[in-house]
């Protein structure tokens, strides 16, 4: 069973765009939503996350929108850099439980 | 401060044959996690240790796949007999929580690529 979808698979934006990657869970006792960045031969790293008591947290180019009643999160890239290439996974969790990971997006911004 | 440290990076053996992991998490990380990573697929969690205690291995395939966490801190993960379908990135993952002292913070290693023939 697949608690977290995301979506799409890959993504190709001109440098300098924004860059979404959206992502849908099911279980409504998540309450920890981290994005992790991936490139390539590494293991994955934490980017940006958020709890469910807010709607939106920027870091940086890196936003978390975050629709509780829509059950949906998603990242947003702003000014996105050739350097941000690489493999972005949405994960959901509950506070220190198992985080369940979605299946990836390949983003590759064009220079 | 010292990554996550996982070896071999890279392992093909035949199909039948065992292979085994190891992981060396940051120090003074109590969780240790074992995720497998097939092509195209997000990490699963396999097992997870809180210390040397077994928190989840539900999803581990036991006939298969066993792992251990001596004295709290390195973990090995072997698999015997292993069978095509396990090639993937085994990834280890460590997190200082545990114990209501905040959110699951993963911080992995490079992984070890699994080429089963």
């Known amino acids: 069973q697949q608690q977290v979808k995301q979506s799409p698979q890959s993504l190709i934006v001109q440098k300098g765009g924004i860059s979404i990657i959206n992502c849908a869970y099911e279980?409504?006792?998540?309450?920890?939503f981290p994005w992790y960045q991936q490139f390539p031969g590494k293991g994955p790293a934490l980017l940006i996350a958020i709890r469910p008591d807010v709607s939106e947290k920027k870091e940086g180019r890196f936003t978390i929108s975050f629709n509780k009643s829509a059950k949906q999160f998603s990242l947003h890239i702003m000014d996105s850099q050739p350097g941000d290439s690489a493999t972005y996974f949405c994960a959901a969790s509950k506070w220190e439980g198992k985080i369940i990971f979605g299946k990836g997006t390949r983003l590759h911004i064009l220079p | 401060e010292a990554g996550v440290a996982q070896s071999p990076r890279y392992k093909i053996i035949e199909k039948r044959q065992s292979v085994a992991f190891w992981c060396n998490p940051i120090s003074g990380h109590a969780t240790l996690y074992w995720y497998q990573q097939i092509l195209g697929q997000g990490p699963k969690l396999l097992i997870q240790?809180?210390?040397?205690?077994?928190?989840?291995d539900s999803q581990l395939p036991k006939d298969r796949f066993s792992a251990e966490r001596l004295k709290g801190v390195d973990s090995t993960l072997k698999i015997q007999p292993a069978k095509l379908e396990d090639s993937a990135v085994y990834l280890c993952a460590s997190s200082l929580t545990g114990g209501g002292s905040g959110a699951n913070v993963l911080t992995f290693g490079a992984g070890s690529r699994l080429t089963v023939l």
């Open positions: 279980n409504t006792a998540f309450d920890y």
């Open positions: 240790f809180q210390n040397n205690g077994v928190v989840d």
